[in-house]
């Protein structure tokens, strides 16, 4: 159990760790793409170094370098078959877009992962998968790792969307951009598309028509250098700090701002909110600096298809309805039950555990402004890094004898947070 003193505001400027979405992506399609690229200011953690050791055990090199990494690869054409199973850890992208990496290659490939994603599911990628002529052994009727990609060969097809998943997306597309003819994915919602953005750049033929996209295989990809933004998802935890601790002022430097992952701007607006964002730059990848302090609130209702280009920062924002002026209310939001934990259960037990009124719906969450803290509150983390960052907030923001039972799995996407937040306090 940590216990971590109560802190009054925050103040100051806060770089956050570099994109998550955009380093496994980098490192997975350079690896794809024939000739040496380098990938400047790279996430690592525990998930972007399993996708980077699962591309070195296909044959390709990673060569450290002061700001990132230099990739050297023969292209996808030419993987190795791996000698040993490919261990994704806790990385649920890397699993997922791993097997549309693999699936068309001809190769025998075994992923397996931690406890934690072995029980995630990986029908949602098989399923589009097998439609196109990939084979697949896996674990419990194919809902779950550890999976076997079998050597099979690939065709294209036109595809409707069973869920709105950017991983789903990505793994169909990272077959498709292997597979002789034109892959049609139309989606349900618009999700992230730094898959589009980055296989574009590398030299594949995408067209996007709404939430239609088409994607010409046998690409010719070759390597290019990329610079990776700052985590918007990362960011979203300053964004919702400013909010809760009273008297803040923060400035958020290098954000990555592609509308298709900051939907959480859209909704603080909604909620009355005002923030700036400074020097917006960046070529596909736009980034900027927000500027954000503390505000009265209102509360919202999330819903529709901004869910898909917020599911990550929604455990936050159903934590800001503590601290709104009436609810927070989440609805079609069913993708949350299969992230790292349950993040509807997980979100809303925490808050339970302080004494807030909240109410549990199949797809989504109800958080009412709390009225009394309980001070003797034990948060838990649930293994689940997001999980676990709210709660450390919450605790600092409540202080009294409140604990968070692991604050060790943050270091999967911000191995420096407890000490970020700590240089920006005002005790």
């Known amino acids: 159990m940590t216990h971590f003193d109560k802190v009054k505001s925050l103040k ?20 794809m793409s024939q000739g040496k690229g380098r990938v400047i200011d790279p996430l690592l953690s525990e998930d972007t170094k399993a996708t980077m050791a699962a591309m070195r055990s296909v044959g390709v090199s990673f060569e450290e370098t002061v700001d990132g990494y230099v990739v050297t690869s023969k292209g996808y054409k030419n993987f190795q078959e791996p000698s040993d199973v490919i261990d994704c850890m806790n990385s649920g992208t890397t699993a997922r877009l791993l097997t549309g990496v693999f699936a068309p290659t001809g190769k025998y490939v075994v992923l397996t992962g931690d406890e934690s994603l072995r029980k995630r599911p990986m029908d ?18 194919g809902h779950n ?13 036109h595809m409707q969307a069973t869920t709105k998943s950017a991983q789903v997306k990505s793994a169909v597309l990272l077959a498709g951009v292997q597979t002789e003819g034109i892959t049609t994915y139309i989606e349900k919602a618009v999700t992230r598309n730094h898959t589009e953005i980055m296989l574009a750049a590398l030299g594949a033929r995408v067209k996007t028509d709404g939430l239609k996209i088409e994607i010409e295989g046998a690409a010719d990809l070759r390597s290019m250098d990329i610079v990776v933004p700052g985590d918007f998802s990362s960011a979203a935890f300053f964004l919702g700090a400013a909010l809760m601790f009273e008297n803040s002022e923060l400035v958020l430097e290098n954000v ?11 909704v603080l607006s909604d909620m009355g909110v005002k923030y700036e964002i400074d020097s917006e730059r960046g070529g596909a990848e736009k980034l900027g600096d927000i500027f954000i302090k503390s505000q009265t609130l209102k509360g919202c209702t999330i819903d529709g298809d901004i869910v898909a280009n917020m599911i990550d920062e929604l455990p936050m924002m159903a934590t800001l309805g503590l601290f ?6 989440i609805k079609g939001a069913k993708e949350l039950r299969v992230k790292e ?4 259960e997980t979100t809303l037990y925490n808050l339970k555990q302080l004494g807030a009124e909240v109410e549990e719906y199949d797809d989504g969450m109800k958080v009412f402004p709390i009225k009394k803290v309980d001070t003797n509150a034990q948060l838990k983390s649930f293994g689940d890094h997001r999980i676990a960052m709210i709660a450390i907030m919450l605790a600092k923001r409540f202080g009294g004898n409140i604990s968070v039972d692991d ?3 943050v270091d999967v996407s911000f191995p420096s947070f407890i000490e970020t937040f700590s240089r920006l306090e005002q005790k």
Not at 324 to 329: E, G, K, L, N, R
Request: with cysteine; net charge positive; charged share 25%.
């Open 12 to 31: 100051g400027t806060v770089r956050v760790p570099s994109d998550k979405s955009i380093s496994h992506r980098s490192f997975m399609f350079l690896a």
């Open 124 to 141: 949602r990628v098989i399923d589009p998968l097998t439609l196109m002529g990939a084979k697949f052994a896996a674990r419990n009727d």
């Open 145 to 157: 790792l550890p999976m076997t990609i079998l050597p099979s060969k690939t065709k294209p097809v």
């Open 256 to 266: 990555g701002l592609n509308p298709t992952r900051s939907g959480m701007l859209k």
């Open 324 to 329: 709104a002026d009436s609810p927070v209310i």
């Open 341 to 344: 934990s349950d993040r509807i």
């Open 407 to 409: 604050v060790k799995c």
